[in-house]
């Protein structure tokens, strides 16, 4: 039998096989058609469960950082008119200091990530603080109007502050 031929039934009997296929799952897909539609539903249900749980939890926690940044907020005005508010957030910085630099004019936002424990800088819009250059001087960067840094020592103020408060209250009631 010459090649020509047999590249030629080997063809066939794959067209054969692939045909019969396709006809097989044409055919099962019309016997199960309600089968197939009931699942598709039930897929597309428990994708957007899923996906509005995420959102949810996601805009929940956010919104917890948002608070936790609203309650540890302090502003130190500067005498060359720049104001620092700086924060404590949990994730989501960028989207607490717009909130925290929103209607503020030459204001330098500085964030503590206590998820990261890394903070976080940004400034207002008419801000001509270039924030890169002060992150650089503690071993950071980013570019001027947003940029990161690590100070390791942060990371001690809160418990430090803690045993401080705890204490004094310790030493009023002993006496």
């Known amino acids: 039998m010459r090649a020509e031929t047999r590249h ?8 054969r096989v692939t045909i019969d296929a396709a ?4 055919h099962w897909t019309v016997e ?3 089968t197939v539609i009931y699942s598709t539903i039930a897929v597309v249900v428990i994708l957007a469960a899923v996906i509005g749980g995420w959102y949810y939890l996601n805009t929940q926690d956010e919104k917890a950082s ?3 940044a609203q309650a540890t907020m302090v502003d130190r005005k500067l005498d060359n008119g720049i104001t620092v508010r700086t924060a404590c957030c949990f994730g989501y910085s960028s989207e607490v200091a717009s909130y925290l630099y929103k209607g503020q004019t030459r204001t330098v936002v500085a964030l503590f990530d ?8 940004r400034r207002s819009a008419d801000s001509d603080v ?3 250059i002060l992150a650089q001087h503690f071993g950071g960067g980013g570019h001027a109007a947003a940029s990161g840094l690590m100070i390791p020592d942060l990371r001690r103020v809160p418990a430090e502050r803690l045993a401080e408060i705890l204490g004094d209250q310790l030493e009023k009631s002993a006496t």
């Open 130 to 132: 270039d924030l890169s």
């Open 32 to 34: 199960h058609r309600s």
């Open 66 to 68: 948002l608070e936790l």
């Open 8 to 15: 030629q039934l080997k063809q066939d009997a794959f067209s």
């Open 114 to 121: 206590l998820r990261s424990q890394g903070v976080s800088l």
């Open 23 to 26: 006809e097989k799952t044409a």
